[in-house]
């Protein structure tokens, strides 16, 4: 029977006795960049590493590198134990194209062999890119529901799949203007929703706004990326907070930037650790992302926690970049305050959008403000502006929707008082998790997320991932775990609290019952 890489890398790892955790660990004291989420998908048959995560791979497990990929006939014993002959005759064996030594010119093999397939891989680019909010547990929950399992999920903002609807008449409008946005617009955006979206940043005191400082994208998540680009050369430095939304971290590292996370501390509401921020700025750090309200943990930042994180900016000279599109979900009487509010002195990027307020996520609709002090970022603009032409504009549609939408009553706030679906859902979860032994939380006050953390004594959480695949397995519970938020501290995961009521009463007691037994 013909095996796989995967068949041949488990069976290595049995002979070796080897678990997943214990290459990572290896890995990581070699200075080998392998993350569980890569491995799990070696595992799994998902993907096969590059040449050097492979050579890796097979020095640890004392197999050949051959052996491990393609399956040639070295089995598995250790290169270094084998006669250089036996070693030579194996290489020899194989089917692929070889290359001259003195030449440097492809020998195919002869006629009577099969070639081996060529094989593309992605790019290493992406070795160190994760993003689990959907990575390899939700894979899992996927291939459950083929096989007609039903599984509840808690694992991602999107409120549609909920029951929430967007508001009547901003649905009405993008119908009544549909036939008027079949074109492009210009490449910032369509002049209603940009002047809709000045004059919601004046609401908010952003200083120093025109309107070619606005750019509408396709969601938030494509106006990060296009950011990252513009800004990072290898090697820059980007303070990013722990645990983050992982899009930051992904479009950072793909930009050829150094991410480096600062801590977001537990004890203090999970709000950012200033003196960690000062201990990591270096020459090389270029940006301060600030993510307020905060996706995972449902913190809103007091302003007076703002002015010190723009005292920190100013005495270094940094740029910020403030991911607010949580900024009309909060409860509890609360006031969202943009940073950029607060730096008129510094280049500061808030990114906002409709998704999440207006319940529209699909629609692809957000937008980014450039602010503040202009001059000190005059070429970053024009890089910005140039790959802004480069994908011609944003979803025309979802633009013309921008001014309804900003404008009149905000249905949004309906949902975050008492009686409110998202603050109902939201006490109801907080509550229900502060009733399970070994489980703390800290209530948020914004967004619809909650970050819980699990007692290390009672459940020796030492694989994040690993616990996410049990709950689900066992519960058909589907959650994101703690790592993939750039979160390395074991035993923390997020809940998404938009399903209704009656949904997460069963999936709380669910998760109640699992923790009751659960220990790794």
């Not at 399992?149 to 549909?178: C, S, T």
């Amino acid at each position: 029977m013909q095996t796989t890489f995967a068949t041949r890398l488990k069976q290595a790892m049995v002979n070796k006795s080897l678990k997943q955790v214990d290459l990572i660990r290896i890995a990581a004291d070699k200075g080998i960049k392998l993350g569980k989420s890569q491995l799990s998908q070696y595992v799994s048959g998902k993907t096969s590493p590059r040449q050097e995560t492979l050579e890796f791979l097979a020095r640890e497990l004392e197999v050949s590198s051959s052996w491990l990929e393609h399956g040639t006939p070295m089995g598995i014993t250790s290169l270094a134990s084998q006669p250089a002959a036996v070693v030579k005759a194996s290489a020899s064996s194989s089917n692929a194209p070889t290359y001259s030594n003195s030449q440097k010119t492809l020998q195919q093999p002869s006629s009577s062999e099969a070639p081996i397939m060529r094989e593309y891989k992605k790019s290493s680019k992406l070795d160190n890119v994760l993003y689990d909010v959907r990575g390899p547990v939700v894979d899992e929950a996927n291939r459950m529901e083929d096989q007609g399992i039903h599984v509840l999920k808690l694992n991602i903002g999107n409120p549609a799949p909920f029951g929430f609807r967007a508001p009547d008449e901003v649905v009405a409008d993008m119908r009544d203007q549909l036939t008027d946005t079949e074109g492009y617009s210009a490449s910032r955006g369509l002049f209603s929703a940009r002047k809709a979206i000045m004059q919601y940043n004046q609401l908010k005191h952003i200083p120093n706004v025109q309107m070619e400082d606005i750019y509408t994208g396709n969601g938030v998540s494509e106006l990060i990326n296009l950011t990252m680009s513009a800004l990072l050369d290898t090697g820059d430095e980007i303070l990013i907070p722990s645990p983050d939304y992982p899009l930051w971290t992904a479009c950072a590292t793909l930009a050829g930037g150094t991410v480096v996370h600062y801590v977001c501390d537990e004890q203090a509401q999970w709000y950012p650790d200033l003196d960690d921020i000062r201990s990591k700025i270096t020459p090389r750090t270029k940006a301060l992302v600030i993510i307020n309200p905060n996706n995972p943990t449902g913190a809103l930042y007091p302003r007076e926690l703002l002015e010190e994180l723009v005292q920190i900016a100013r005495e270094h000279q940094l740029i910020i970049l403030s991911d607010e599109i949580y900024d009309r979900l909060v409860m509890d009487g609360e006031e969202h305050v943009s940073i950029a509010a607060l730096a008129p002195d510094l280049f500061c990027i808030t990114y906002n959008g409709l998704s999440k307020s207006h319940m529209v996520a699909g629609y692809r609709i957000g937008w980014m403000t450039l602010s503040g002090n202009k001059r000190m970022a005059h070429d970053l603009m024009l890089g910005i502006n140039m790959l802004s032409n480069m994908r011609l504009c944003s979803n025309v549609p979802a633009q013309s929707i921008v001014q309804t939408a900003l404008g009149g009553h905000q249905s949004v706030n309906d949902y975050l008082v008492p009686g409110g679906r998202v603050y109902e859902q939201r006490e109801y979860v907080y509550n229900a998790l502060k009733e399970i032994p070994g489980v703390s939380v800290v209530k948020p006050k914004a967004a619809f997320y909650t970050f819980p953390r699990l007692d290390p004594k009672r459940f020796n959480i030492t694989d994040d991932e690993q616990f996410a695949l049990d709950l689900l397995r066992e519960k058909k519970v589907l959650i994101v775990h703690g790592k993939g938020f750039n979160w390395e501290t074991p035993g923390y995961f997020r809940i998404v609290y938009l399903p209704r009521l009656q949904t997460l009463e069963d999936a709380m007691g669910k998760l109640a019952d699992f923790l009751s037994y659960y220990h790794q």
